[in-house]
Antibody
Framework: EVQLVESGGGSVHPGGSLRLSCAASGFTFSSYWMSWVRQAPGKGLEWVANIKQDGSEKYYVDSVRGRFTISRDSAKNSLFLQMNSLRAEDTAVYYC???????????WGHGTLVTVSS | EIVMTQSPATLSVSPGERATLSCRASQSVSSNLAWYQQKPGQAPRLLIYAASTRATGIPARFSGSGSGTEFTLTIGSLQSEDFAVYYCQHYINWPPYTFGQGTKLEIK
């Protein structure tokens, strides 16, 4: 059974940093593109970043480029999102997802809440 | 950036009836479109990809159609568990991937 379990969320002041993790199991992690998608409270879905199987390609939504870094560790079957210079508008539930063939989000984790507030 | 627009924002339908949800792209996305279902407090679930192909384990009452800029998700004979929010998403010429704003399907 595919499982994606996010962790690392919490409350942080504007300008602060957080590192999200996603532990993957039940599939061959190194064979799939992976992605982060977020959802602000009461709002819709927003793609944040994705990373190729070997980490050689990374893409970001404009609003986080230069502040967020996506990475992966295939030895640990884990996906990460380093978030720096956080803003109030980054407040959201962050989901880890398998991005099948770099096209659509096949499986999703349960999400982890990030709150940026003074 | 391709803008995805869903209509209506809220759709009220009685159990057992059919629901039709629409998604429009600001430019052609060919058949590079997916649909997701999200229930309160849960992660989204993939329903449809390639505009009309059901994902694994999705019941046959869910069907997708369309290409280019106009797409439809049809749910035949609504069950209680189908009342949720539905999102469309394109995956042509990414990044970025963009989602529609969602349609809330509620019980009439």
């Amino acid at each position: 059974e595919v499982q994606l379990v996010e962790s690392g969320g919490g409350s942080v002041h504007p300008g602060g940093s957080l590192r999200l993790s996603c532990a993957a199991s039940g599939f061959t992690f190194s064979s799939y593109w992976m992605s982060w998608v977020r959802q602000a409270p009461g709002k819709g879905l927003e793609w944040v970043a994705n990373i190729k199987q070997d980490g050689s390609e990374k893409y970001y939504v404009d609003s986080v480029r230069g502040r967020f870094t996506i990475s992966r560790d295939s030895a640990k079957n884990s996906l990460f999102l380093q978030m720096n210079s956080l803003r109030a508008e980054d407040t959201a539930v962050y989901y880890c997802a398998i991005l099948l063939r770099a096209y659509y989000f096949d499986y999703w984790g349960h999400g982890t809440l990030v709150t940026v507030s003074s | 950036e391709i803008v995805m627009t869903q209509s209506p924002a809220t759709l009220s339908v009685s159990p057992g009836e059919r629901a039709t949800l629409s998604c429009r792209a600001s430019q052609s996305v060919s058949s590079n479109l997916a649909w997701y279902q999200q229930k309160p407090g849960q992660a989204p679930r993939l329903l449809i990809y390639a505009a009309s192909t059901r994902a694994t384990g999705i019941p046959a009452r869910f069907s997708g159609s369309g290409s280019g800029t106009e797409f439809t998700l049809t749910i035949g004979s609504l069950q209680s568990e189908d009342f949720a929010v539905y999102y469309c998403q394109h995956y042509i010429n990414w990044p970025p991937y963009t989602f529609g704003q969602g349609t809330k399907l509620e019980i009439k």
